[in-house]
């Protein structure tokens, strides 16, 4: 199963690491969508330029174990590595971090503060070559959870897709996520270095710390069939928020 993107832009309801849009503004996903549409107030990043967003000056959040990434993006640049969204904790030198592979699927890249062992969850099957669609990652983080494949979800365009990875170690119970206890964040470009630009716009990014949140909170499905974004002011962001 999956879900075409609508999106209904609403005011932006905080500015730490927010881009947003027009209200009134909607589109849908694949054919139906201009390859030259753009989400008015979203971010352009080019990677010729370096074009990144950087928050520092972070500290430990309400949790270390548990919270949820969520990006409104649409691609441009293909077949090359890039980073969405990434933490960075300099003093453990510990990172987490979103990214596109040459191959056009998605990995996820955390090391733990308190483990020595990088994970990562690797798509398998599914590719993302449409840079004609807007597109939804919503990601929850949470290892308190007694099962290891629970610890970690992900979701596109309301579609969980947790199934389409590999793991290659169980990340382990109650084990920290550097997303949760960073000093930095990066938007566009990977958290410890300049490097992996990201190509293409980037309508919002939210992150909700010490919560683990489904896709249901960042939109629904209309009667028609397509994944509505929704606004999110009603959300508890928490301390790094």
Not at 121 to 148: H, M
Not at 187 to 211: C, E, K, L, M, T
Request: contains cysteine.
């Amino acid at each position: 199963m999956s879900h075409n993107l609508r999106y209904n832009a609403l005011p932006c309801p905080w500015d730490k690491s927010c881009f947003l849009f027009a209200d009134d503004m909607m589109l849908s996903g694949g054919a139906a969508a201009a390859a030259g549409y753009v989400i008015e107030g979203s971010g352009v990043f080019n990677p010729s330029d370096n074009d990144h967003l950087e928050r520092t000056g972070m500290s430990a959040g309400d949790s270390n174990t548990t919270g949820t990434l969520e990006i409104v993006f649409k691609r441009s640049l293909l077949t090359s590595d890039q980073v969405l969204v990434g933490a960075n904790n300099t003093s453990s030198s510990d990172l987490a971090y979103i990214r596109w592979e040459s191959a056009d699927k998605i990995t996820i890249v955390v090391e733990p503060t308190d483990a020595s062992t990088a994970l990562s969850w690797t798509g398998t099957s599914q590719e993302f070559r449409d840079p004609s669609a807007w597109e939804q990652l919503v990601i929850q983080f949470d290892t308190t959870e007694a099962s290891a494949g629970d610890r970690c979800t992900i979701e596109h365009n309301g579609v969980d897709i947790t199934a389409n990875f590999t793991q290659t170690t169980d990340i382990g119970q109650n084990k920290t996520i550097p997303f949760c206890d960073p000093d930095s964040m990066k938007i566009g470009q990977h958290p410890a270095n300049s490097n992996n630009d990201f190509g293409g716009y980037i309508a919002r990014v939210s992150w909700v710390d010490g919560s683990a949140l489904d896709a249901t909170n960042y939109g629904e499905e209309t009667n028609d069939g397509y994944w509505q974004i929704n606004d999110i002011s009603g959300l508890t962001y928490g301390t790094n928020g």
